[in-house]
C-alpha cells in the first residue's frame, strides 16, 4: 500500500507546542504518542501511527537539541543555529522553567545540592511526576539559585534578566531561592498543610519588608539575606510584655475595640496575655539562625493552633491583628513604632495565609 506525503522545506524550527509539554512532562516517545492517540491526532491530521511516531521522535530530538540553549534563555535570542519566532521563544522558556508545586513542595526550603537530589526518585513516586521532569525541576531551581544569589540588586528583576520568566514565575522562583538559602523549616508534620503558595507569599512578605534591601536598595544581597539590624532591634518589643502596665494597657485598648465585634471575645480576653507573647516572644528570637528557621512552625504552634482550637475565624484573626498591631500607637511610652509596624505587617500577613480554617 502506498501513500503519498508532501514536502516543503522551510527554516523556520518547528515546534508543536502540546508535544513540547509531554517531552516536558518526561513522557517517552511511545507514551506520548499513546497520549496524541487518545487525544485524537491521527484523525487530526489523517496519519498513521507510524507517521505520528516519527513526527513525535522528531519533536523530541528537536527540544533534546534546544535544552542546552534553554539553560542560558538570553542565548537563546541570539544564536542563528535554530530559527525559532520571539513568540515561540517565550512559550519554550516559559513552560521550560515551570514546575509543579507539589513538586517544589517536597523540596522547598532543603538545600539545592546532590544529596537532595537523591530524593527524586521518592519524591517521584510520592508526587506521581515522572522521574526525568523532578529533574528538570530540580536542575532548575538549582541554576537560577545559583546565578542570582550573590548577585546585587531585587531578586525578582535579577531572575527576570537572566532568565527571561514572567514577573508570577519570577516571583515563585524568588521564593525557592529565598528558603534556600535561610533553610527555613518547613517539613515538619505540623506544616505539612501548607501548600507551596502558602510558602511563597510568606517569602514575598519577608522579602519586600525584612531584608536588607527592604531598607537600601543599594546593598548586596539585598533580597536573600534577612537584615541582622533589624532583627536584633526586635528584642526592644519585648517592653510590651515585660512591662505589666504597658500590657495590661495594651490589652484595655484591644478590648475596648473588638467588644462586640468578634464572637470569641471571651477567649480572646482570657487568652489575650499569651497571644501577645506568642508574638513578642517569637519576635525577640530571631536573632538566632535556628529561630529564624524555626519562624513557621512557632506561628503555627505559638498562634495558630491555639487559635484554630478556639474556632477563630479568619475574619476575627484580621481584625485582632489589626487592632492588636493598631493599639500599640497609642501607648504613650512605647517608643518602638516603625520596627513594631514592620514587623507585625509581615507577621499579620503570613498568619492569614496560613491560617487555614
Not at 80 to 86: D, K, S
Amino acid at each position: 500500500m502506498s501513500m503519498e506525503l508532501d514536502v516543503f522545506v522551510g527554516n523556520t524550527t518547528i515546534m508543536d507546542m502540546e508535544v513540547y509539554q509531554l517531552w516536558l512532562d518526561g513522557l517517552t516517545v511511545s507514551d506520548a504518542v499513546k497520549v496524541r492517540m487518545d487525544e485524537g491526532a491521527l484523525l487530526e491530521c489523517e496519519a498513521n501511527p507510524e507517521v505520528l511516531t516519527s513526527d513525535t521522535m522528531d519533536q523530541f530530538r528537536t527540544f533534546q537539541m534546544c535544552e542546552r540553549l534553554l539553560h542560558s534563555p538570553t542565548k537563546l535570542g541570539s544564536q542563528l543555529l535554530y530559527q525559532i519566532p520571539a513568540q515561540n521563544q517565550i512559550i519554550l522558556i516559559e513552560r521550560y522553567y515551570e514546575f509543579d508545586s507539589v513538586f517544589a513542595r517536597e523540596v522547598l526550603g532543603k538545600k539545592l545540592s546532590k544529596g537532595t537530589k537523591k530524593d527524586l526518585d521518592d519524591i517521584s513516586c510520592k508526587t506521581g511526576i515522572t522521574l526525568k521532569s523532578c529533574r528538570r525541576q530540580f536542575d532548575n531551581f538549582k541554576r537560577v539559585f545559583k546565578v542570582v544569589e550573590e548577585l546585587k540588586g531585587p531578586l525578582v528583576e535579577n531572575i527576570q534578566r537572566h532568565f527571561l520568566l514572567s514577573d508570577t514565575l519570577a516571583r515563585d522562583y524568588a521564593a525557592i531561592v529565598f528558603f534556600a538559602n535561610s533553610r527555613f523549616e518547613t517539613g515538619k508534620r505540623k506544616l505539612q498543610y501548607l501548600s507551596f503558595q502558602d510558602f511563597a507569599f510568606c517569602a514575598g512578605q519577608l522579602i519586600s519588608y525584612w531584608t536588607i534591601g527592604a531598607m537600601d536598595s543599594m546593598m548586596e544581597d539585598m533580597d536573600v539575606d534577612l537584615e541582622k539590624e533589624f532583627l536584633n532591634e526586635l528584642k526592644d518589643l519585648k517592653v510590651l510584655v515585660n512591662d505589666k502596665d504597658m500590657m495590661d494597657q495594651h490589652k484595655i485598648l484591644v478590648c475596648a475595640a473588638l467588644r462586640g465585634k468578634i464572637k470569641v471575645y471571651k477567649l480572646m480576653e482570657v487568652n489575650f496575655k499569651n497571644l501577645s507573647r506568642a508574638l513578642i516572644n517569637l519576635a525577640s528570637k530571631l536573632t538566632h539562625t535556628k529561630d529564624v528557621r524555626d519562624l513557621f512552625i512557632d506561628l503555627v504552634e505559638k498562634f495558630i493552633e491555639p487559635c484554630r482550637y478556639d474556632r477563630w475565624t479568619v475574619a476575627e484573626i484580621t481584625l485582632f491583628l489589626t487592632h492588636y498591631t493598631n493599639a500599640a500607637h497609642c501607648l504613650g511610652t512605647f517608643r518602638h513604632q516603625m520596627i513594631w509596624d514592620r514587623y507585625m505587617g509581615v507577621i499579620k500577613s503570613c498568619i492569614l495565609q496560613m491560617y487555614h480554617e
